[in-house]
């Protein structure tokens, strides 16, 4: 028998295991291989996907039972050494299999070993002259060859067929004599490759910082010239430039020969970053990385990034995990929002895996914000963090001026519940009349909120979820916003049979009904939500033709309140500023705080004062008087404060433990029996809440209950959550899931 050397490696399976399992490979192939290649193994009776997670540097003889792997996917490692370490971390912080962090990593077509795009070119050979004879009887080809002389140089096969008016067979043909040639070029399928500046937004290469800028460039600067890791806090008013402070910084880092990650909160604010990066950076290659990119857009992201062919990523949660080489600098702009907080596994917070991997890398990570998270505010109180403040707008720009609205006044006058104020309705005529632009803020979308039988009381309800469904007009369509369950509207009561529904609260739709009706004919109003944005691209379309002026009105969600600059914009309206007020969640001060003093921020931007108005039933409220004066500082101690006395995060972690399943008897008992096992153990620094039905009890047919922990150490609460889990045989129609550093409570 022939007795062969082989190589021991450690592959990290994509298919249900959660720890690295050694295999051999051959010769050649280990040859070929890298920590951080796709190869093809066998697992029971499966063949899966799995990553080379380390090489064992031993070698062994034939025979042996340790399986060998089948076939290499992707020769190029798929991770970059960081990101290998940092899913290790997040697997253990975030209580999560290491599975689902690459998984979450390395996108699905690549895993699936997705090929760049490639067109054929042809080009006539050196010696196609000596070929031609017999041509004469072949004029399709000679066709060709005349074609192909008068271009002089490879053409894609698609446009010589058009323009000869032949077929594939002729260039086959000709391929077989050897006149003419053949080769690929990859197609590179670059996302937002048309986004373009407006006149309006154009990126002035000789603007003039201000003092405060200058001197957070500095900070910055020398950070990145420690070449030591950093987390530094850009605390900057709306409209204070802190865009222009991160570019210069990014400029260093670039001088570096480093590479830059920028994260932005949402997709939709992604367009107007990419475009003002490539503007700015004009010699460097931006790469966007989110998951609403195509596969195709995806793949090709990944190789710029594989072959180190662009420095400069910009994107949503996701791109945290972009395989950049030689990371310098970390940008998390709008760093307070919850959007950044993954809710699906891995549960992860792309602000603060940021820093994490920012300290892997030994780089500096910026995180922007005129609201500033707590968490953050926290960090800096104790030396983890820097500070650099930007308290002033730009070219001395005024911040906006704030009107409270009390709607309870409002609905004095009327005699009923006016959706908006006779103040407001009388601002946006105005703004029509001057030609001037304004933003209608409702962080509700669809037209009407309930369909409510008055004579039975009854209400129309998702059959899967615990909340009311929603009518929307454009459709006629009750539709759940949690599951997407939807229905037609009834035309009577499914309880009592009467005919006399009415439609109860507003949407974003039934906001845009109505200033139509109140303002000129002329005015043009356009609506910004996530239920009319479904078409690719029409939001950045809407954008572009806001900023363009073709739009006077525009009424929007979440999706138009943070990021985003519009220079005639000079009136902002806030239809109902209580809404975040009235969630069960005690971070609704804060996101009340947040969303009041980002919205009002989009008004004033350019050279026309601005005004806000904010509507609301609660006007003495500390979080809208202290948004109504941006005073930051004030609603810190305050909130700060508050959440000491509770010992509420930032002074504590949360840790939410979530029970569901289809039965709501079972979910009821084996959370009563977790409880009390809990009340048997010897809690250290663990702080238990709970149980209770959670507030949205219902989603997807899924009965939720939940357990609040609070701990200062999130790696000492869940060593010893799984060591009492693994006590307790839960029924396998439930599920349980462990949320470190919750957002969402709901």
């Given at each position: 028998m022939v007795v062969t050397e082989k190589k021991l490696i450690e592959v990290q399976p994509l298919g249900g295991f959660d720890q690295p399992l050694t295999y051999s490979t051959e010769e050649d192939q280990f040859k070929k291989i890298q920590v951080g290649s796709l190869v093809q193994i066998p697992l029971g009776k499966r063949k899966v996907i799995g990553i080379v997670w380390s090489f064992e540097g031993k070698s062994f003889k034939e025979p042996t039972l340790i399986r060998k792997i089948l076939a290499i996917i992707q020769q190029a490692p798929v991770l970059t050494a960081d990101l290998m370490k940092l899913a290790s971390w997040i697997s253990n912080y975030y209580s999560c299999s290491i599975e689902s962090c690459i998984?979450?990593?390395?996108?699905?077509?690549?895993?699936?070993?997705?090929?760049?795009?490639?067109?054929?070119?042809?080009?006539l050979?050196?010696?196609?002259?000596?070929?031609?004879?017999?041509?004469?009887?072949?004029?399709?080809?000679?066709r060709v060859v005349s074609f192909l002389k008068k271009e002089n140089r490879p053409t894609f096969i698609s446009k010589v067929l058009e323009s000869t008016k032949t077929t594939s067979?002729?260039?086959?043909?000709l391929l077989q004599k050897g006149v003419i040639s053949e080769k690929k070029e990859i197609v590179e399928r670059v996302a937002y490759e048309d986004e373009f500046l407006d006149s309006a937004e154009q990126v002035d290469q000789s603007i003039k910082l201000t003092d405060e800028q200058n001197i957070a460039v500095e900070e910055i600067c020398r950070d990145l010239d420690t070449y030591k890791f950093k987390t530094r806090l850009l605390s900057g008013?709306?409209?204070?430039?802190?865009?222009?402070?991160?570019?210069?910084?990014?400029?260093?880092?670039?001088?570096?020969?480093?590479s830059v990650l920028f994260l932005v909160p949402e997709v939709a604010l992604a367009p107007q970053t990419v475009s003002r990066l490539r503007a700015r950076f004009d010699s460097e290659k931006v790469v966007v990385w989110h998951s609403h990119l195509s596969a195709g857009e995806r793949v090709d992201a990944w190789r710029s990034l594989i072959n180190q062919e662009a420095k400069i990523v910009v994107g949503a949660r996701s791109a945290i995990f972009a395989?950049?080489?030689?990371?310098?600098?970390?940008?998390?702009?709008?760093?307070?929002?919850?959007?950044?907080?993954?809710?699906?596994?891995?549960?992860?917070?792309a602000r603060d895996v940021a820093v994490v991997r920012a300290k892997m890398t030994s780089a500096v990570c910026v995180l922007g914000s005129a609201t500033p998270s707590l968490e953050s505010i926290n960090n800096v109180e104790k030396g983890k963090y820097g500070l650099s403040r930007l308290s002033k707008r730009v070219d001395n720009r005024e911040l906006p001026l704030v009107h409270l609205v009390d709607m309870r006044r409002e609905a004095d006058k009327t005699k009923n519940l006016p959706i908006l104020s006779q103040q407001l309705v009388e601002a946006l005529r105005d703004r029509i009349a001057n030609r001037e632009q304004s933003i209608l803020f409702l962080n509700r979308r669809g037209f009407n909120t309930t369909m409510l039988c008055p004579d039975c009381g009854h209400v129309e309800q998702c059959k899967d979820c615990s909340i009311a469904l929603t009518y929307h007009r454009t459709d006629g369509y009750l539709r759940c916003h949690l599951c997407g369950f939807r229905k037609p509207a009834p035309k009577s009561c499914n309880e009592c049979k009467s005919f006399d529904l009415k439609k109860k609260g507003h949407g974003t739709q039934r906001i845009e009904d109505l200033v139509a009706s109140l303002l000129p004919k002329r005015a043009q109003i356009r609506r910004v939500d996530a239920d009319i944005m479904t078409k690719k691209n029409l939001f950045r379309e809407t954008l572009s033709d806001f900023r363009k002026g073709k739009i006077d009105v525009l009424v929007g969600t979440q999706m138009i309140a943070k990021g985003l600059d519009f220079p005639k914009v000079t009136l902002v309206g806030v239809v109902d500023a209580d809404l975040p007020l009235r969630m069960e969640d005690f971070r609704a001060s804060e996101r009340a705080f947040q969303m009041l003093v980002q919205v009002s921020g989009r008004a004033g931007r350019g050279n026309r004062a601005g005004e806000v108005f904010i509507q609301t039933y609660a006007p003495h409220s500390p979080s809208i008087q202290f948004a109504r004066k941006c005073d930051l500082k004030g609603f810190l101690e305050e909130e700060l404060e508050m959440r000491k006395e509770f010992n509420y995060p930032p002074y504590r972690h949360l840790i939410r433990h979530l029970f569901r399943g289809r039965s709501e008897a079972k979910v009821e008992y084996y959370t009563s029996e977790w409880a009390k096992l809990l009340e048997k153990q010897n809690l250290q620094d663990l702080t238990v809440k709970g149980p209770a039905p959670a507030p949205l009890e219902k989603i997807k047919g899924f009965y939720r209950y939940h357990f609040f922990y609070f701990t200062s150490s999130v790696s000492?609460?869940?060593?010893?959550?799984?060591?009492?889990?693994?006590q307790f045989p839960l029924d396998p129609e439930l599920h349980d899931i462990l949320d470190v550093d919750a957002q969402q409570i709901s």
């Amino acid at each position: 028998m022939v007795v062969t050397e082989k190589k021991l490696i450690e592959v990290q399976p994509l298919g249900g295991f959660d720890q690295p399992l050694t295999y051999s490979t051959e010769e050649d192939q280990f040859k070929k291989i890298q920590v951080g290649s796709l190869v093809q193994i066998p697992l029971g009776k499966r063949k899966v996907i799995g990553i080379v997670w380390s090489f064992e540097g031993k070698s062994f003889k034939e025979p042996t039972l340790i399986r060998k792997i089948l076939a290499i996917i992707q020769q190029a490692p798929v991770l970059t050494a960081d990101l290998m370490k940092l899913a290790s971390w997040i697997s253990n912080y975030y209580s999560c299999s290491i599975e689902s962090c690459i998984e979450a990593m390395i996108p699905a077509s690549i895993r699936e070993g997705m090929k760049p795009k490639s067109r054929r070119l042809i080009y006539l050979a050196a010696n196609y002259q000596e070929l031609l004879v017999g041509l004469k009887k072949a004029p399709a080809q000679t066709r060709v060859v005349s074609f192909l002389k008068k271009e002089n140089r490879p053409t894609f096969i698609s446009k010589v067929l058009e323009s000869t008016k032949t077929t594939s067979a002729t260039i086959n043909s000709l391929l077989q004599k050897g006149v003419i040639s053949e080769k690929k070029e990859i197609v590179e399928r670059v996302a937002y490759e048309d986004e373009f500046l407006d006149s309006a937004e154009q990126v002035d290469q000789s603007i003039k910082l201000t003092d405060e800028q200058n001197i957070a460039v500095e900070e910055i600067c020398r950070d990145l010239d420690t070449y030591k890791f950093k987390t530094r806090l850009l605390s900057g008013v709306t409209g204070s430039g802190k865009t222009e402070v991160y570019f210069e910084a990014m400029q260093q880092a670039l001088n570096q020969k480093g590479s830059v990650l920028f994260l932005v909160p949402e997709v939709a604010l992604a367009p107007q970053t990419v475009s003002r990066l490539r503007a700015r950076f004009d010699s460097e290659k931006v790469v966007v990385w989110h998951s609403h990119l195509s596969a195709g857009e995806r793949v090709d992201a990944w190789r710029s990034l594989i072959n180190q062919e662009a420095k400069i990523v910009v994107g949503a949660r996701s791109a945290i995990f972009a395989p950049l080489q030689h990371l310098r600098l970390i940008i998390v702009d709008e760093e307070h929002e919850s959007s950044y907080k993954q809710e699906d596994t891995p549960r992860y917070h792309a602000r603060d895996v940021a820093v994490v991997r920012a300290k892997m890398t030994s780089a500096v990570c910026v995180l922007g914000s005129a609201t500033p998270s707590l968490e953050s505010i926290n960090n800096v109180e104790k030396g983890k963090y820097g500070l650099s403040r930007l308290s002033k707008r730009v070219d001395n720009r005024e911040l906006p001026l704030v009107h409270l609205v009390d709607m309870r006044r409002e609905a004095d006058k009327t005699k009923n519940l006016p959706i908006l104020s006779q103040q407001l309705v009388e601002a946006l005529r105005d703004r029509i009349a001057n030609r001037e632009q304004s933003i209608l803020f409702l962080n509700r979308r669809g037209f009407n909120t309930t369909m409510l039988c008055p004579d039975c009381g009854h209400v129309e309800q998702c059959k899967d979820c615990s909340i009311a469904l929603t009518y929307h007009r454009t459709d006629g369509y009750l539709r759940c916003h949690l599951c997407g369950f939807r229905k037609p509207a009834p035309k009577s009561c499914n309880e009592c049979k009467s005919f006399d529904l009415k439609k109860k609260g507003h949407g974003t739709q039934r906001i845009e009904d109505l200033v139509a009706s109140l303002l000129p004919k002329r005015a043009q109003i356009r609506r910004v939500d996530a239920d009319i944005m479904t078409k690719k691209n029409l939001f950045r379309e809407t954008l572009s033709d806001f900023r363009k002026g073709k739009i006077d009105v525009l009424v929007g969600t979440q999706m138009i309140a943070k990021g985003l600059d519009f220079p005639k914009v000079t009136l902002v309206g806030v239809v109902d500023a209580d809404l975040p007020l009235r969630m069960e969640d005690f971070r609704a001060s804060e996101r009340a705080f947040q969303m009041l003093v980002q919205v009002s921020g989009r008004a004033g931007r350019g050279n026309r004062a601005g005004e806000v108005f904010i509507q609301t039933y609660a006007p003495h409220s500390p979080s809208i008087q202290f948004a109504r004066k941006c005073d930051l500082k004030g609603f810190l101690e305050e909130e700060l404060e508050m959440r000491k006395e509770f010992n509420y995060p930032p002074y504590r972690h949360l840790i939410r433990h979530l029970f569901r399943g289809r039965s709501e008897a079972k979910v009821e008992y084996y959370t009563s029996e977790w409880a009390k096992l809990l009340e048997k153990q010897n809690l250290q620094d663990l702080t238990v809440k709970g149980p209770a039905p959670a507030p949205l009890e219902k989603i997807k047919g899924f009965y939720r209950y939940h357990f609040f922990y609070f701990t200062s150490s999130v790696s000492t609460a869940l060593k010893q959550l799984k060591e009492i889990r693994a006590q307790f045989p839960l029924d396998p129609e439930l599920h349980d899931i462990l949320d470190v550093d919750a957002q969402q409570i709901s």
